[in-house]
Structures are given as C-alpha cells and as structure tokens.
C-alpha cells in the first residue's frame, strides 16, 4: 500500500533529469558547492582568510546538500520498494562517513597525546564524543572543550538527522496522503526550528547551545528535503525553471551580502542563507545547462568538492595542533599566510589521500548495500 501510494506522489515517470542524475552519478555542481562551502569553513578557521569569517554558513551549505541528496534517495527507494531498508540505510552511512573520521580521529589523538598538547584527560573524553556523534550536545552543553575535535559538532548533527529522518520520512508518507501537506509539513518544521532559535536568541540562551543543539540547527537540514520533495513529485516546468533561473542568482547575492553585512548570523542571516541555498540547489538539480551549473563545476571546484569531507576533517584538527596553539605571538596576517601556503596545501594532501585510499575502498563497499535503486551520497 506504501509503495503505490508513494509510486502516486513521486511516481517513476515524473521524476526531473535531475533526480535520475542523482540517482545514476554525482551532479558536478552539487559537488562544486559542496567545494565552496568547505572553502568558507576553511577561511573562517584560518583566522578569516581573504575577511571570511562566517564558517556557520558553510556548514549550513553543507546541511541544506545532506538533506537534499539522502531525501532524494529515501524517496526513489520508498517509491520503488515501498519501504526503506534500514538496515542498509545505516551500512552506508557508516560507510561513507566512519572510515576517514576514525583516521581522523585517531591519528590527531595520538599526536596530542604523544606530544601532551592538550590535557590527556579531556582528550580521551573528546575522542569517544566524536566517534559516537555526540559532540554537537558536548558543545552546546558547553561540558569542555574538545579541541582539534571540536568541529565534529557538525557531523554529529547530520548522524542524528540520519537517524530520525528515515523514519519520519515513512510515516509522513504512510500518514499524509497528500503532496502539498507533506512539503507543508516539511516547510513547517524549518520555520518552527527557525523561530525557536530566534527566541532562544532573543531571550539571551547561551551561544554554544543556539549554535550546537539539534533542534536549534536542523533546520538547514531539512530545508534541503524540501527540493528533494519538489523534484521527486513532477517533472519541474519550463517556466518554473526560468524562474529559478532568476532566483538562483538572487540567493548567491543573499549569500554575498551575508559574508559581508555585520549582523548575528544565528538569529538573523541564517534562515536567509538557508533559503538561498535550497533554491540554488534546485536549479543546480534541474538546469544543466544553465551558467551556474557550468561555473559550479570547473574541475578544480568539483574535486575540491569529492574530497570535501577528508577536507572538512582534517583541516581544523591540523590548524588547531599548530597555529592556533603555537601561534599566539603571531600576527593575523601572518597567520592567515601560514593557513593559505602551508595548512591549506596539507590539508588538501592529506584530504586527497584519504579519498583516494580510505573513503573510495569504503564506498566501494557501499555497493553491497544497495537496494534496488542506485545512488551515490
């Protein structure tokens, strides 16, 4: 019954090219601004190199493309199978994200612990915190201080949605047998998280759990199901089309003055950039032949992209055990060329490496786990 139900509100004829794109092989745009978003959290934590200082918004690019791409592949296997495999759902996640984290992790720690950069007891605190995807609560608890880990926070975020979001997705389904209420419904979540956190900002609720928290940061997450929902229902009109081609450029304008304008992210510019980059998503998804999807995917941008996630983990925890323990006599400007000509070419070596060595012989092992679609995330 689910399945024909699903097969009704996404069915197998409707779906854009872009859909059958995701489902088949990479979007090389997706890939480009999943490139640019590594990039700004990289300036931001390079002491704000070339004046970017905003890494919250890069990590809400990459939220609103994680929801994006496993909606997309939740809903072509709810309509094809008519459930979803948990069991595999997770193997390849686990996949996917556990290999080059547990390098991370573990290489970094040894080094702090060989060397007693940071105190070993909050180190082999921190260590389980990552592993586990429990550091976004360490953080916005403010317990301690995890360090050169203390960027998993973002991760942890993305494992939790992972949990949760199959099975909501099951039940929205099975339950609302409507389109439009299911993207409502959706829609509704994000701006109810949205309005929470202004209120928590508001009220004066402390940064760490409005930055850190689940329920006051997913909704970057689940703003990026809602282009999956709308390109999984219909095929997306010509006109629909043409108009994201004016609303796509809008949102890169949204993002710029973002970077630029001093304003509270959080509270203020976030739901803004959200918004932006889930309509930037639907036109990369849908217009292949459009300027932006031809300048998103300059090959340097693309692979800077596959290798985002090696990038993502092991930039902080190089920056962190160097400049920013070693280098307080510096002066920014110095730091930042430190971040540009130094930490910025290990960190793509040891990003490309542990792509090519560690993550591609995992997702390889993904395959295993397939159901019956195919789709790489």
């Known amino acids: 019954m689910l399945k024909s139900l699903a097969e009704r509100l996404f069915p197998r004829s409707a779906p854009a090219d872009a859909l059958a794109t995701v489902e088949r092989q990479r979007i090389p745009s997706l890939d480009g601004l999943r490139g640019c978003a590594v990039l700004v959290v990289m300036c931001s934590h390079f002491d704000g190199l070339f004046g970017i200082t905003k890494g919250n918004l890069g990590v809400d690019i990459f939220f609103v493309l994680s929801g994006f791409l496993i909606t997309s592949l939740l809903l072509r296997e709810i309509a094809d199978t008519g459930t979803v495999s948990f069991a595999n759902f997770y193997a390849r996640r686990v996949l996917r994200l556990a290999p080059a984290l547990l390098v991370c992790v573990f290489v970094f720690g040894a080094i702090d612990l060989a060397f007693g950069i940071f105190p070993r007891n909050i180190i082999l605190r921190s260590i389980p915190a990552a592993i586990f995807y429990v550091s976004n609560w360490v953080r916005a608890t403010d317990r301690w201080n995890m360090f ?10 993305e494992e939790q949605f992972y949990l949760i979001w199959p099975i909501a997705l099951l039940f929205l389904i099975g339950r609302v047998r409507n389109f439009t209420a299911i993207f409502a419904g959706v829609l509704f979540l994000v701006l109810a998280i949205q309005v929470n956190r202004y209120m928590l900002v508001a009220r004066g609720a402390p940064e760490m759990w409005v930055s850190a928290a689940f329920h006051t940061r997913a909704d970057a997450i689940f703003a990026g199901a809602l282009p999956a929902i709308i390109v999984a229902h219909a095929r997306i009109s010509e006109q629909f089309k043409r108009l994201l081609w004016l609303a796509a450029p809008a949102g890169v304008m949204v993002i710029i003055l973002v ?21 930037i998503v639907l036109h990369l998804s849908s217009n292949a032949g459009s300027r932006m999807h031809i300048a998103m995917s300059a090959d340097w941008l693309v692979y800077t992209g596959k290798i985002s996630y090696g990038l993502y983990l092991y930039h902080y925890p190089i920056w962190y055990l160097t400049v920013h323990k070693f280098g307080t006599a510096l002066s920014v400007g110095e730091k930042q060329a430190i971040g540009l000509f130094i930490l910025a070419p290990v960190s793509y070596a ?15 092992m993904k395959e295993r786990f397939r159901s019956r679609v195919t789709a790489l995330a």
Do not use: C, N, R
């Open 259 to 279: 970077l630029l304008l001093p304003a509270d992210y959080l509270a203020w510019k976030q739901p803004f950039v959200v918004a932006s980059v889930a309509v």
């Open 350 to 364: 040891m990003a490309g490496m542990s792509f090519k060595y560690i993550e591609t012989p995992a997702l390889l």
């Open 148 to 157: 050169e880990f203390g960027h998993t926070w973002s991760l942890a975020i």
